[in-house]
């Protein structure tokens, strides 16, 4: 039957709309949802044509594989647990940090891969295989606590091959914990943010820190190794005034201790009004003070001198404080003042101050200043005794005490023509100690001179010049070799200085200044020590000595180096500050050089074969002489606890314990923290003990002996941990030694 071409129009198109509609009423395949129109993702769907369908659930199989997946990813974790060593306790609440080890050399072998904290349920930290990275030269992991004070810290190291699937442990020797309080001298918190700064030291040198918040005067709490020595500095802005402190970490493992923190007792205020001899005010000027503090010991005075400058007020008064740790019942303190008047020059005055002060303003009245009534004159002379033009002539003082070579200079003129000076003193009932320099010429001896004393006269020294030579090998370096020519009288070891210099390059030297008399010639180097000395020399007044002893003075010759690599098995990184051998031959000690290859040498004798290596923390150690490299492994030195009972007047700062072995030359030396001292001794044996009471000024320290009733002597034994028995020092022994003999 033929179609019309209308018919076959009709026919196209009934054919589409049945299509069409098939789209929509087609049944879904099975296991798919059905398409959301527009994207309506409603869980409620309504068709375009009015009628009603659900969402269709996903297929059970296909969530079991999901899940399966996940479970699967999830064992590829690297899962880290923090156990305590001695309880085998999970510990949540520190942080690890875990570095990937490098295959190349050079530079920093470890990158910071991920720092976190254990949590969940299983207490464990947590870290996606895939987050480490595929860092085609990582070698290992390393799993190391970062949140505590240990020596060294615990660390576990961990190949890539094959990937760790089961839990790791990182394993806390026996602590406890640190924290820190701050607290107003009534005993209440202070309320007070900041942070809290704690350093330790490393065995073998160098320093650990670490670092706590302080909230409301409390700061978080740290782990801490047992009986750990601690240095803290708490820093806040409110309170600025805090000073530094020693404490030791807790003793007892499981144990929270908490160290507390004062601020500093109120610093006493000085109010001192001015005026000149004439009774008016030294108004709106500025003047100069001189502040010297004394405290009196059983065995010499312990002077600490400040120098400051201050503008008066209108009515001439100042205001100085004095911090209270200088205030002690054993201490005097006196305030000289100096002012620069337009007319009449220099007016002085001086006023002792009596102590202790309490805190609070202190009105001392007024200070009449007036022209020095004691002038010290005098004249400088040369060998010759021809009047020296232009020397300096000082007046000096110790600068620590009375037996100090360490001097300072408080004032000074410069002679005349004739070699004539006059000058005063801001102290006028005190001996003046004077000292001449000039040019070319060797210093006058410090001479001592009483009040109104005009007729002083001042020797300048005519130096002798040692002229010299010296022969070693070319490996050695010698430029740093020094030349010290040391006066074998006692009149001229103090002050203690002799004629020194260091070689030239063609290997000669020259000693200008030097001392005259009998003298000895010490050849010596910074690292390797004494090289050679020449004893017996005499030089005289403006003599050059060509002594034919000192010329081609061999050193080293014949030498070979004793070259040492040392290492600790538990310190990978260890920085070590110093190092010595002591020869059995003849029992010389000399310091090792270290070299950029990380290696220690030293210079050593043809017959010298047999040492003991001495490192600071590391047990001592006997070691034989070989022509290349030796590899060295240190062992932790013997770790003596000394608990130490004694009360302490203001004065002492702390006590310090030494430990001298009877065997050999070794001497220890430990600060007493918290009623502990800590020796850290190289070798087993018979030590005696001995005490001595560190005195502090301001910045300077001094150190006196205390006289004990009788000789402590300690029998150390060869392990790692002792403690000997207690040392009590009761309050009277202690006081003893701020009384005159």
């Known amino acids: 039957m033929r179609l019309s071409s209308r018919r076959i129009l009709l026919l196209s198109l009934a054919l589409l709309g049945a299509s069409a509609l098939g789209i929509f009423f087609a049944p879904a395949p099975t296991g798919e949802a059905p398409h959301a129109p527009f994207g309506d993702s409603s869980a409620d769907r309504r068709s375009l044509f009015g009628g009603e369908s659900s969402r269709t659930p996903p297929d059970a199989a296909l969530r079991t594989a999901r899940e399966a997946q996940r479970l699967a990813l999830a ?31 050079g530079g920093h072998p470890d990158i910071s891969i991920y720092r976190g904290t254990p949590a969940g349920p299983e207490r464990e930290l947590r870290i996606a295989r895939a987050s480490i990275g595929e860092l085609p030269q990582l070698e290992k992991l390393v799993i190391r606590l970062d949140d505590g004070c240990f020596d060294p810290a615990p660390e576990l190291e961990v190949p890539l091959d094959p990937w760790p699937r089961e839990p790791l442990l990182l394993r806390v020797p026996a602590h406890g914990r640190v924290g820190v309080l701050v607290r107003e001298r009534c005993g209440a918190l202070r309320s007070m943010q900041g942070k809290v700064l704690v350093r330790f030291e490393r065995a073998g040198g160098g320093q650990g820190w670490r670092q706590a918040t302080l909230a409301d005067g409390v700061s978080k709490t740290f782990a801490c190794a047992l009986d750990l020595a601690l240095h803290l500095e708490v820093q806040s802005k409110e309170a600025p005034d805090l000073p530094p402190l020693e404490a030791r970490g807790p003793r007892r493992v499981g144990e929270t201790k908490w160290i507390e923190v004062q601020p500093p007792p109120a610093p006493a205020q000085v109010r001192l009004r001015l005026i000149d001899d004439e009774g008016a005010p030294v108004s709106s000027r500025a003047v100069s003070l001189s502040r010297r503090q004394l405290i009196h010991t059983r065995r010499r005075p312990l002077s600490q001198l400040e120098l400051l400058s201050q503008v008066t007020a209108a009515d001439g008064e100042v205001l100085l404080s004095i911090p209270a740790a200088q205030c002690g019942a054993e201490s005097s303190l006196e305030l000289a003042v100096s002012y620069l008047h337009a007319e009449r020059g220099y007016l002085h005055g001086a006023i002792e101050i009596p102590t202790p002060l309490e805190a609070g303003d202190h009105d001392l009245g007024e200070l009449e200043l007036r022209p020095a009534p004691v002038a010290v004159a005098g004249v400088v002379l040369d060998p010759r005794e021809q009047p020296v033009r232009g020397a300096r002539v000082a007046v000096r003082e110790p600068l620590v005490d009375e037996s100090s070579s360490e001097e300072l200079e408080l004032s000074s003129v410069t002679t005349d023509e004739q070699g ?78 002799g004629g020194s210099t260091t070689v030239r390059r063609n290997r000669s030297f020259v000693v200008r200044h030097a001392p005259i008399g009998e003298v000895r010639i010490v050849f010596s180097h910074p690292v390797y020590g004494e090289l050679a000395a020449i004893d017996g020399v005499v030089l005289a007044p403006g003599e050059l000595s060509r002594d034919p002893r000192l010329q081609a003075v061999a050193l080293c010759i014949g030498h070979r180096e004793l070259e040492l690599r040392l290492r600790d098995p538990r310190n990978p990184d260890l920085q070590l500050e110093s190092a010595a051998v ?47 490299a030796q590899e060295i492994e240190l062992d932790v030195a013997l770790r003596v606890l000394l608990p130490v009972e004694a009360t302490l007047p203001p004065a002492v700062a702390r006590i310090d314990i030494e430990a001298h072995a009877e065997s050999d030359a070794t001497t220890v030396r430990a600060p007493v923290i918290d009623g502990l001292a800590e020796l850290e001794v190289p070798t087993s044996g018979r030590y005696r003990l001995e005490v001595a009471l560190v005195l502090r000024a301001g910045a300077n320290e001094s150190s006196v002996p205390l006289a004990l009733p009788r000789a402590i002597v300690a029998e150390i034994a060869d392990r790692p941990h002792q403690e000997l028995a207690p040392l009590v020092l009761d309050e009277e022994l202690v006081r003893s030694a701020f009384r005159p003999r």
């Not at 064992?75 to 080890?101: C, F, H, Q, Y």
């Not at 290696?599 to 001495?614: D, G, M, N, Q, V």
């Open 75 to 105: 064992t590829d974790d690297l899962r880290i647990r923090v156990v305590a060593e001695v309880s085998g306790e999970l510990l949540p609440d520190l942080a690890v940090e875990v570095s990937g080890r490098m295959r190349h050399a």
């Open 420 to 497: 004539r000076f006059r000058l005063s003193d801001l102290r006028p009932e005190r001996r003046i100690r004077l000292q001449a320099r000039a040019a070319g010429h060797r210093p006058s001896p410090i001479v001592e001179a009483s009040a109104g004393d005009e007729a002083l006269v001042l020797r300048l020294g005519a130096p002798a010049i040692v002229e010299g030579s010296i022969v070693c090998p070319d490996n050695f370096p010698w430029e740093e070799i020094a030349v010290l020519v040391q006066p074998l009288t006692e009149a001229e070891r103090r002050p203690a200085l």
């Open 582 to 628: 002591r020869s059995e031959l003849d029992g010389a000690e000399r310091f090792l050089a270290r070299t950029r290859d990380a290696t220690w040498r030293a210079w050593i004798r043809p017959e010298e074969h047999a040492f003991h290596l001495y490192v600071p923390g590391y047990r001592a150690r006997r070691i034989e002489a070989h022509p290349h």
